[in-house]
């Protein structure tokens, strides 16, 4: 695996492989090699906390020197393209890139890059590493997927998690459905659409979803009201009532407390929502270390 771009890209095997590494490394079982003389830059062209502090702290883990890089203090405010900015760093010495970027598929510019790329959520395109620590959570509850009846509700157009989770989870044998307003609906994704209280009491794993205002024209966002949604598509404390004892109630977050979820079950007992941002960290090495291996670093020492 040279870069991590898309999950359309990794085969059920590759998934596989680095959910058990990453549950390896948790555990104890696995000690990745260190890489103290590789470099590492994060670029994030947009907001976020979970996915750049955990890259951060994956890296830390195993030794890479990270590259100072913050889009504000760049030549990316004297106008320097996405593209230059990439080449620069891999010209100075970087040995991978962490990207997250508001243009979907912004990786297609970066073809002519000889350094591994993994993608930090492009747009409303793909989550790969969203989508691996979300599967990985899934494993440690139910250690197969074959079956499973998981429900995605929310803005489902215009979320890279849903994408990213509808096709993979669907690859390893889950039967994935949808819940969501008309309006967030995206057709091309081949799940059915349901009415979350006609088949909450059957749920294995209800996902729930951020409202991607930023992704929204001002129409939209203008006529969205909370209350309503909440009330349509949030996961209430009727509905958690009414999902079986095993079910897990996941969101990618940050999450809306009282929109997608109501306040009071974001750390309720079925709720693996913190627990989806600890294994976050440790598939995040996994990641890393699975590409730099396969760019000739040499192999993992197993501690067990
Ligand atoms: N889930 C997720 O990507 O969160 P951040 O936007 O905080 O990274």
């Known amino acids: 695996m040279d870069n ?4 359309e ?3 059920t ?4 492989e680095l959910i058990q590494r990453a549950s390896a490394i948790k555990k104890g079982d696995l000690k990745p090699q260190r890489y103290e003389d590789k470099f590492v830059a994060n670029l994030f062209f947009e907001n976020s906390t979970r996915t750049k502090s955990s890259f ?3 890296e830390q883990k195993l030794g890479l020197k990270l590259i100072d890089f913050e889009t504000n203090t ?3 405010q004297k106008g320097e393209s996405f593209y230059d ?5 891999e010209q100075v010495g970087a040995d991978v890139l962490v990207i997250r970027h508001s243009q979907t598929t912004y990786y297609e510019e970066l073809k002519s890059l000889n350094i591994p790329i993994i993608n930090g959520g492009d747009g409303s395109g793909q989550h790969p590493t969203q989508s691996l620590l979300d599967i990985m959570t899934i494993y440690e509850e139910y250690q197969s997927f074959e079956g499973l ?3 995605i509700c929310g803005d489902i157009k215009n979320s890279r998690v849903a994408r990213s989770n509808f096709q993979s989870l669907s690859a390893l044998g889950a039967n994935v459905m949808f819940s969501s307003p008309e309006a967030w609906k995206d057709c091309s994704l081949d799940a059915p659409y349901v009415d979350i209280d006609t088949v909450i009491d059957h749920i294995d794993i209800v996902m729930l979803l951020r409202v991607q205002h930023e992704r929204h024209d001002n129409g939209e966002s203008t006529s969205f009201e909370a209350n309503n949604y909440h009330e349509q598509f949030g996961l209430t404390q009727a509905r958690y009532d009414k999902l079986h004892n095993q079910a897990i109630v996941m969101h990618p977050a940050p999450v809306n407390r009282g ?3 109501d306040h009071s079950l974001v750390e309720a007992s079925k709720s693996r929502i913190f627990k989806q941002m600890e294994n976050g960290m440790y598939l995040r090495m996994a990641v890393i270390d699975y590409i730099l291996q396969t760019k000739g670093a040499e192999t993992n020492e197993v501690i067990k």
């Open 74 to 76: 760049s030549s990316v």
């Open 85 to 89: 900015t990439c080449k620069t760093l």
């Open 56 to 58: 951060l702290v994956a």
């Open 149 to 151: 009846n998981i429900l």
């Open 13 to 16: 095997n590759e998934i596989h």
């Open 4 to 7: 991590l771009l898309s999950m």
């Open 259 to 261: 929109v997608e979820i």
């Open 9 to 11: 890209h990794l085969s």
